[in-house]
Each structure stands twice: as C-alpha cells, then as structure tokens.
C-alpha cells in the first residue's frame, strides 16, 4: 500500500509500528554517496497516476510520474523518479521485476535499486528493450527503505518505462512471509 505518513527513522529505537509497504516519489541519485537525496512524496493522483501536482506536465518536473506498472522520469538525471518500499520488520527480502523501455525514439532509461542502508543493490539500463531486475537473499533491518530509482538517458523524451516490481519479505522473527506487488498495491491507501 502507498504511505504518505512519516516514519521513525531507523535510529529510532521505539517499538513503534512501521507501515510497511509503497511509497511514490521523485527526488535525486547522488552518485558520489550512492544513496538517495531529496526524497519528496508524490502526493497528486489523477488519471491513473501520481504526480507532483495537478498540472500535467509538471511546470518544473515535466512528466514525471508513477502508474501502477511504471512511469516517466523528470527533465533531467536530477529529477529522478523513485517507488519507495519501506521494511516494517527485520528480515530477508527478494525482489523480481522486469524493466522495460519500448521506445526507439528516447534514449533510454536507467533504473537502480538503491537501499538507504548499503547503497545501490543492482543497475539495469535498457532502451527499446527490456531486463530481468532480481535480487535474491538480502538482509534488512527494520524500518530500512529500498528505492526503485528511474532517471532518463541524457533526454528526457519517450522516456515512459514499465517497471512494477515484487518485494517478498521472511520475518526473521518468525519465519513469516509477506508480499508486495507495485502493481497490485498501487490504489490500496
């Protein structure tokens, strides 16, 4: 489900719950710190998707935006478009997905999956084609993000992309397994 609340932080050391689970944004991959910065939520929905604001496109984010099965990138590298998944427990996570650019026209996307936590997890960059996004057995703590990070090529034209990725979480307390699906999960408040 898509959160727009806050959240402890991970040095937050109440036994607070955490909503797992999505969180739609846009904000900038800082390459030199592989992590995120600027995470900003994407707060209008309309259409099908959710934006910056109820001007489409976007005075200063041109088209960026999510659907439930991808999205479009901002003007530039600095104005990247992020699907937050938010651990609510301590646990080992598997993700599959499969990213698609299917546009000859652009020049292409490139998508990361970046936790706050380790830095960037695995790259994939695909132009007019697509590529398997699967990371298998990684540990991860409670309250840790993993962004689904999307920046355009050097343009940001026919940069629409397809990407709904899956997160499968075992609690490492007890052994339970619980699923997300972008897809599925998208209108769910």
Known sequence: AFITAGRPSLDDASSAPIPGGWVAGWGTFDAQADR?????????????????????????????????????????????????????????????????????????VTARVVSNRRGTLGTWTVHDSKAATKLDEMVVERGETIDFVVESGATSTNDTFTWAPNVSLTAERDGTVRTWNARRDFDTP
């Not at 991808?70 to 427990?89: E, L, M, N, Y």
């Open 36 to 108: 995120v910065r600027d995470f900003a939520v994407l707060e209008s929905r309309r259409g099908g998707r959710v934006g910056p604001s109820e001007t489409f496109p976007d005075p200063q984010l041109g088209h960026l935006h999510l659907t439930a099965t991808g999205g479009h990138p901002g003007w530039d590298t600095a104005q990247v478009v992020i699907r937050r998944w938010v651990a609510p427990v301590a646990g080992t996570v598997r993700i599959e997905g499969s990213l698609q650019h299917a546009n000859a026209g652009g020049d292409g």
